[in-house]
């Protein structure tokens, strides 16, 4: 499994989230998208919803058709539309993650002591495939380790 560390530095979380999505749909895949802060979690969906070319469908977990949906918002890293991708949006290591076949973990300044503690925990994990991404002051996300 794959673990992405992407250091957000230029862009919040919810302008990346949805970058994600985009590349996680185009490679066939549905995305779970992780965090405990509401107030974040309402900030991607209207970022996932904007642009009528652009717009992502995706739902909050605990409605009907959760299953159904491509990308779905949730408070848990508990995979309810079956997705094998998982965003952990609020900077918060879930072990749970490890289940999924890729996770990105998003991180900014508040929580890179979390982020490094995650990635030296991980170091040595069999089937464990770190990658640590950064954004240029361009945009461009640059793999950095």
Not at 26 to 51: H, M, N, P, Q, Y
Not at 72 to 100: E, H, I, K
């Amino acid at each position: 499994m794959k673990v992405d560390f992407y250091q957000l530095s230029r862009d919040p979380a919810e302008k990346v989230v949805p970058l994600l999505a985009r590349n996680t749909l185009k490679a066939g895949e549905r995305l779970l998208v992780v965090s405990a802060d509401d107030e974040l979690t309402g900030r991607i969906s209207a970022r996932l919803w904007e642009g009528a070319e652009s717009f992502l469908a995706h739902g909050l977990s605990g409605g009907s058709h959760d299953a159904r949906q491509p990308i779905l918002l949730a408070d848990a890293p508990q995979p309810a539309n079956g997705a094998r991708f998982v965003v952990l949006a609020d900077g918060v290591w879930q072990d749970a993650a490890l289940s999924f076949d890729r996770a990105f973990l998003l991180f900014d300044g508040s929580t890179i002591e979390a982020a490094r503690a995650t990635w030296r925990t991980l170091d040595g994990n069999d089937g464990v495939e770190r990658r640590y991404w950064r954004q240029e002051e361009s945009g461009k996300w640059v793999q950095a380790a």
